[in-house]
């Protein structure tokens, strides 16, 4: 079964146990996906990966909306965007801890030979691939930062 069916099976078992949140947040997953779909010139059917690619976005929203509401004092909101986050990584797969990305890190720099900011495209460029939908960009880019400063 495909990641978007998984969601349409599960919309409907959330309905139908008339859980509001699961329900509200894969309508809006589902949304998403099909928006995405229908961009562009001609619709297309998303591949698991692609969709994954809106699943890490839309999860992405929900953590910077949580902390802001967090940040204006609204407790109440920043639970409910934090609880949808949590919807959402249900279907995201299991994400890399900071060791193991650590761990590609040091193996991207290896291999492409880069050292200094300068290489830090070349190193992303090879690690990206690897981390798509598996962790934070913005993160594993301070890592890679970290690392190729501290090489040197």
């Known amino acids: 079964m495909s990641i978007k069916e998984t969601l349409q099976h599960d919309l409907t078992e959330a309905i139908r146990s008339r859980d509001e949140l699961t329900s509200g947040t894969i309508r809006m997953v589902l949304t998403a996906i099909?928006?995405?779909?229908?961009?562009?010139?001609?619709?297309?059917?998303?591949?698991?990966?692609?969709?994954?690619?809106?699943?890490?976005?839309?999860?992405?929203k929900r953590r910077e909306a949580a902390e802001a509401f967090k940040d204006a004092g609204r407790a109440d909101r920043a639970?409910?965007?934090?609880?949808?986050?949590?919807?959402?990584?249900?279907?995201?797969?299991?994400?890399l801890s900071e060791a193991e990305i650590k761990e590609m890190i040091a193996g991207a720099i290896a291999e492409t030979g880069a050292s200094g900011p300068a290489g830090m495209g070349l190193v992303m460029k090879v690690i990206s691939p690897k981390i798509a939908g598996k962790a934070d960009g913005g993160s594993v880019s301070a890592l890679v930062k970290a690392a190729l400063s501290g090489g040197n």
């Open 34 to 60: 099909t928006t995405e779909e229908v961009a562009g010139k001609e619709a297309r059917t998303l591949s698991d990966a692609e969709i994954i690619t809106v699943l890490s976005r839309e999860a992405k």
């Open 79 to 95: 639970e409910l965007e934090s609880k949808e986050g949590e919807v959402i990584a249900r279907y995201l797969p299991a994400q």
